[in-house]
C-alpha cells in the first residue's frame, strides 16, 4: 500500500525547537535546530556510541519511524535485494595486473563481502576460470577475515612495496576516514610495522621500500602534514616532511608512474601546488616546482626521470593543457607547452610511460583517449560508437611497457576491461561483466538528449528505459543528478538500477552545469555566484522529459548525494510540482550555516566552491537564496527519504536531520517525510557489497510504492 494512503500511519517524531540567533551582515539568522550538533561532535564522530542521548534518542525516533512507515514494504525490500544480487557476480576477480614477476589482482568468494587482495607469479596469468584463484596464489590481505568482528570495516590504500615483500593498507573502522595504516610482511603474514593512527587512506613507499610516506588529518579532520617512518618505526618517531600553513588547504602524498618521485600535492577546489622528493633518497627534502598561484591548477608526471610533464590551466588554458619542464629547474619559467590548449576539449588525465603519453579528454561531453608515441610525436584515439558511455583508465604499475588498460561501459553495456597494444593499436577482451541472472542489452532504449535552457545553453541528458516502457508521459521517471566541484557523471553501466528499468521506470542523468561534461567553462557556470545555474538545469531537464513524453509532472523522483542532496533540496523548494519523490542521500542542505563556520571539517577548503558567506556580503546572499535549510516554505513537497551517517566527515549528520526536522514542522501536506540515519557508519553509507544492497532495497522500495505501487 501507497505510504501517504495509509489509515494507520504511525506518528512522526516531532523535535523540539530552540531558538539560536545569529546576526551576519546585518541579517538576522533563526535557527530552530541548532541543538541537533552535539557539542562534542568530533568525539562523536570517531566514536558514534559518545554522541549527545538526547540527540541520539531523536535520531533513533525517526529511524524506528522510517522502520515502521515502511513496514509493509519489507516484501518488497527483500525481492529487490534478492534480484540485485543476482545480478552479481559471487565469485568474481578483477584482471591481473602485472609487476615484475608477479600479477597482483582482488577477487570475491561466494557471499563475501570484501574483497580478497592476493598475486600469483605473473606466468600464471590466465592459468584460471573468471574469478578463481590463479596457479600458486598468495592471498595477501583477505578482507572477510579482516571484517569479522569489527561494527563498521572498509579499506583504503592496499600498497604492495617495490620489492614485493611487504604490504601496507589503511582500515577505516568507524566511517569517519580517520583510517589506521598497517605494514604486514607478505611471505610470513606478521605486521612489522606499529599501527599508524589517524591517517587518511594513501600511502607511498621509498625506492628501496624501506620508508613509508603518509598523511595524517587535523583536528578538523583536515589532512595537513605529511610525515616520513622508517618502515618497523613507532609513530612518534616519524619525521615531518611537510605541514599545511592554510586551513583551506589539504595536502596528499603519491608517486610518479614511474615511481622514480613522490609527490605531495597541496590543493584547494580552485588551486593547487606540487612538491616532490626523488624516491631512491628519502630523507631529502621537498621541492617545490612551482608556487601555488590562485586560480591555477597542475597536476605532475614524470618523463624518463629528466623532465616532468604538468597538465595545467595556466596561462588562460581554461581547458588545460600539457607542458614539459626540466627536473632540475622546474618552476613556471622553464615550461614549454607540448599539447596546446583547444577551448572545448577538456584535458582531464594524462599518465606518463617509457615510451608513450596517454591523455584523458572530454570533447561534446563524451570521454575519448589520446596515445601518444614519443618517437614519432604521432597521437591517435581510442574510438567508440555509441551515443553515451563511460570510459577510465587503468594504468597498472608498470613504466615501460606499450600496454594500456582501459575500461568501458555504457548504460546498457555491462563494463568491459581491455588491454590495448598501443604500438599495434590494437585490443584484447580481457574481462566482460557478467550478469547471471541474464541481461539483454537490445532490450534496452539509450539516448543522449539535450534539454535547451532559457540563457542559451544546451544540457546533455543521458537516458535509458526499456524497449516495451511507453513514452506517453505516463512513466514514472529517476532522474539523477549532482553538479559541483566538476565533477561529471558517467554515462555508465548501473546493474542495480534495472530493478527500476524492468518495472517501468525511466532513468535520466541531468549532466547539469557544476561538472565538467561540457568542458572547465561548465564548471564556472555551476560554481560561486553561478551555482544557481546548477538547479535551473535541472529543472529545465526535468520539464523537458514531460515536454518529451518521457514522464510527467508528479511522476519525477529527484535523486542525489552529497551536493547533489543539496540540488535535490533546492529544487524540492522552487519546483515542487515537478517531483512525486525525492532521495536526498548524505545531502548537504544547510550550506549557509556550514559555510560561516570555520571550524568544520570542510568549510575553508569548500570556499572556492561555494563562496565564504563569512566575509563576502555577495556570497552571503547568494548562498542564503538557494540554501535548502534556509528556504524551507510552508507548501506542499513530494514524499522524501533522506539518508545520513553519524560518523560522516564530509556532510556533518546535523544538516539533514536539521532539514527534515524542519521540513517536518513546515511543510502543508501530508505526504511522507522518512530519516534514515546510520548510527555507525559515515559518508559511504554501509561497507561491503552485499550491505549497500540492502540500502538500495530501501530506495527503490520507497520510489516503487510512491510512483508505481502496481509495478511494485
Not at 257 to 266: E, N, V, Y
Not at 561 to 585: E, K, W
Request: net charge negative.
Amino acid at each position: 500500500m501507497n505510504q501517504s494512503q495509509r489509515a494507520d500511519r504511525p506518528t512522526p517524531p516531532i523535535a523540539k525547537q530552540a531558538p539560536t540567533e545569529t546576526t551576519m551582515h546585518g541579517v538576522r539568522l533563526v535557527d530552530d535546530y541548532a541543538w541537533l550538533r552535539d557539542a562534542d561532535w568530533r568525539e562523536a564522530m570517531m566514536d558514534p556510541s559518545r554522541l549527545d542521548p538526547e540527540i541520539r534518542a531523536y535520531l533513533e525516533a525517526e529511524n524506528a519511524y522510517t522502520e515502521a512507515m515502511m513496514a509493509d514494504t519489507t516484501g518488497l525490500q527483500a525481492e529487490l535485494v534478492a534480484e540485485m544480487r543476482a545480478r552479481m557476480a559471487e565469485v568474481d576477480a578483477s584482471v591481473p595486473t602485472p609487476d615484475g614477476d608477479w600479477v597482483y589482482y582482488v577477487r570475491f568468494r561466494e557471499g563475501g563481502q570484501h574483497p580478497i587482495f592476493c598475486r600469483a607469479p605473473r606466468s600464471a596469468d590466465g592459468s584460471a576460470e573468471p574469478g578463481e584463484p590463479l596457479t600458486d596464489e598468495q592471498i595477501l590481505l583477505d578482507g572477510d577475515a579482516e571484517a569479522e568482528g569489527r561494527t563498521y570495516f572498509s579499506l583504503g590504500a592496499v600498497d604492495h612495496s617495490p620489492d614485493h615483500a611487504k604490504l601496507a593498507f589503511a582500515l577505516d573502522e568507524r566511517g569517519s576516514e580517520a583510517y589506521t595504516i598497517r605494514v604486514r610482511d607478505i611471505q610470513g603474514g606478521q605486521e612489522i610495522q606499529p599501527p599508524i593512527e589517524n591517517a587518511t587512506g594513501n600511502v607511498a613507499w621509498s625506492a628501496d621500500s624501506q620508508t613509508l610516506f603518509f598523511t595524517t588529518l587535523d583536528d578538523s579532520h583536515r589532512p595537513c602534514r605529511v610525515w616520513r617512518l622508517a618502515l618497523g618505526a613507532p609513530q612518534t618517531e616519524a619525521t615531518l616532511v611537510y605541514e599545511e600553513p592554510d586551513a583551506g588547504f589539504f595536502v596528499s602524498i603519491g608517486e610518479t608512474q614511474s615511481g622514480d618521485f613522490l609527490l605531495i600535492q597541496a590543493h584547494d577546489h580552485a588551486t593547487s601546488e606540487t612538491r616532490f622528493i626523488p624516491a631512491a633518497t628519502p630523507e631529502a627534502a621537498p621541492t617545490l616546482i612551482a608556487e601555488r598561484v590562485t586560480g591555477c591548477e597542475y597536476s605532475v608526471d614524470d618523463d624518463n626521470g629528466t623532465h616532468f610533464v604538468i597538465l595545467t590551466n595556466a596561462g588562460g588554458a581554461r581547458d588545460f593543457r600539457l607542458m614539459r619542464t626540466p627536473v632540475n629547474t622546474p618552476g613556471y619559467d622553464n615550461w614549454q607547452e607540448i599539447v596546446p590548449h583547444e577551448p572545448g576539449r577538456l584535458i582531464l588525465d594524462h599518465v606518463e610511460l617509457a615510451r608513450y603519453r596517454v591523455r584523458m579528454e572530454r570533447a561534446d561531453a563524451l570521454p575519448r583517449i589520446i596515445v601518444t608515441d614519443k618517437q614519432t610525436d604521432t597521437d591517435h584515439a581510442i574510438a567508440f560508437d555509441d551515443e553515451a558511455y563511460s570510459l577510465g583508465m587503468s594504468v597498472g604499475y608498470e613504466y615501460d611497457t606499450q600496454t594500456l588498460r582501459f575500461l568501458y561501459s555504457a548504460p546498457h553495456v555491462p563494463d568491459e576491461t581491455f588491454d590495448y597494444d598501443m604500438a599495434q593499436r590494437s585490443r584484447v577482451l580481457r574481462k566482460q561483466r557478467q550478469v547471471p541472472s541474464g541481461f539483454e542489452p537490445n532490450d534496452y532504449i539509450v539516448r543522449r538528449i539535450t534539454a535547451d535552457t532559457a540563457d542559451g545553453e544546451a544540457v546533455p541528458i543521458t537516458l535509458i528505459h526499456h524497449r516495451d516502457t511507453p513514452t506517453d508521459a505516463s512513466a514514472p521517471c529517476l532522474l539523477h543528478g549532482y553538479g559541483a566541484y566538476g565533477i561529471s557523471e558517467a554515462a555508465a553501466f548501473s546493474a542495480s538500477r534495472f530493478s527500476l528499468i524492468d518495472r517501468g521506470f525511466v532513468y535520466a542523468i541531468a549532466h547539469v552545469r557544476g561538472g565538467k561534461e561540457r568542458g572547465y567553462r561548465w564548471y564556472l557556470d555551476g560554481k560561486l555566484d553561478k551555482k544557481p545555474n546548477t538547479f535551473a538545469d535541472y529543472i529545465r531537464v526535468a520539464e523537458y522529459l514531460c515536454e518529451a513524453g518521457f514522464t510527467a509532472p508528479g511522476r519525477i523522483a529527484a535523486f542525489g548525494g552529497s551536493a547533489g542532496g543539496m540540488l535535490v533540496g533546492a529544487v524540492v523548494n522552487q519546483r515542487p510540482d515537478l517531483f512525486g519523490a525525492a532521495i536526498a542521500d548524505v545531502p548537504f542542505v544547510d550550506v549557509l550555516n556550514t559555510m560561516m563556520d570555520d571550524t568544520l571539517p570542510l568549510t575553508p577548503p569548500e570556499w572556492p566552491e561555494w563562496g565564504n558567506p563569512r566575509d563576502d556580503e555577495q556570497a552571503f546572499a547568494t548562498i542564503r537564496g538557494y540554501c535548502p535549510y534556509q528556504n524551507i516554505a510552508a507548501q506542499d513537497y513530494p514524499a522524501l527519504l533522506v539518508i545520513a551517517g553519524v560518523s560522516d566527515p564530509r556532510v556533518t549528520y546535523w544538516e539533514p536531520a536539521k532539514w527534515t526536522a524542519k521540513l517536518r514542522a513546515t511543510k502543508t501536506d501530508t505526504n511522507p517525510l522518512l530519516l534514515k540515519t546510520h548510527m555507525a557508519a559515515g559518508h559511504g553509507g554501509l561497507p561491503g557489497r552485499f550491505a549497500a544492497l540492502e540500502e538500495m532495497g530501501l530506495i527503490f522500495a520507497f520510489l516503487l510504492d510512491t510512483l508505481s505501487p502496481g509495478h511494485a
